[in-house]
């Protein structure tokens, strides 16, 4: 079993930064790689970065130049640097885990970019 607990999000200008946090517990030696999710009211859930234990890297069309994933192994975190926010990035911000045969979810985090 993987607990997640997300941290970071709040209020932001457009063109301002955020950086969300994942931190892990539990049996996190399972972890093959782990994500951040997004979903605005009405919209589906959609992938926004992933990073595999490899260390490769994945992101949505939407937020390449703009986001960066990265993880802290010795803190056991996820960590999701967003930069030059827009408006449509506004929504809630969920940690993801991949375990073999199940997922692991944070509570979700939630981003708003508005003036």
């Known amino acids: 079993q993987v607990q997640l607990v997300e941290s970071g999000g709040g209020l932001v200008q457009p063109g301002g930064s955020l950086r969300l946090s994942c931190a892990a517990s539990?049996?996190?030696?399972?972890?093959?790689?782990m994500g951040w999710y997004r979903q605005a009211p009405g919209k589906q859930r959609e992938l926004v970065a992933a990073?595999?234990?490899?260390?490769?890297?994945n992101y949505a069309d939407s937020v390449k130049g703009r986001f960066t994933i990265s993880r802290d192994n010795a803190k056991n975190t996820v960590y999701l640097q967003m930069n030059s926010l827009k408006p449509e990035d506004t929504a809630v911000y969920y940690c993801?885990?991949?375990?073999?045969?199940?997922?692991?979810w944070g509570q979700g985090t939630q981003v708003t970019v508005s003036s």
């Open positions: 993801n885990a991949d375990l073999p045969g199940r997922d692991s």
């Open positions: 539990g049996s996190i030696f399972s972890i093959t790689a």
């Open positions: 990073i595999t234990s490899g260390g490769s890297t």
